[in-house]
């Protein structure tokens, strides 16, 4: 053999084992390998690309019906609280005990607020990043 002891093969210039060509045909060869490889990485890239923006458009409808839905609801929870705090006063010819209605006052901002947070929630996720930190810290 014409090989030093961890030395590259014969006709090697690289220093790595069967990247570099021995004659000019292999050469040429090699570079397209390299140039259809880069080309293959783009693609791929362009493709990935394509993906996170048909998924991001995807998102972005599902939130406008997802808060379209989640007012509706909001909207159905507050006109029922509403008319069972009507109906109460109505039963008690008005003599409605104040410590009901601010019982019921507090129930329904505490509700506003927690409907209010889970749409902020899902339309404006947190990144990836900070999600994933908070997931492990805990």
């Known amino acids: ?18 990247l570099a060509p021995e004659n000019d045909s292999g050469e040429e060869d090699y570079k397209k ?3 259809q490889s880069f080309l293959n990485n783009a693609q ?15 998102e972005n409808e599902l939130r406008s019906s997802f808060f379209s ?12 609280s509403n008319m069972g705090v009507l109906v109460y ?19 329904v901002v505490a509700e506003v607020i927690a409907i209010m947070h889970i749409i902020a929630k899902y339309l404006f996720p947190a990144p990836m990043e900070k999600q994933d930190s908070k997931t492990t810290s805990q």
Do not use: Y
Not at 1 to 18: E, I, R
């Open 89 to 107: 006063i109505a039963q008690t010819n008005g003599a409605a005990h104040h410590l009901v209605l601010s019982a019921w006052l507090v129930s």
């Open 44 to 58: 791929h890239r362009d493709e990935m690309r394509k993906h996170v923006q048909e998924k991001a458009k995807q």
């Open 69 to 80: 839905v989640a007012v509706a609801m909001a909207f159905f929870v507050l006109v029922c």
């Open 1 to 18: 053999m014409d090989q030093s002891v961890g030395g590259p093969p014969a006709g090697d210039q690289s220093g790595k084992p069967g």
């Open 33 to 35: 390998r390299q140039r």
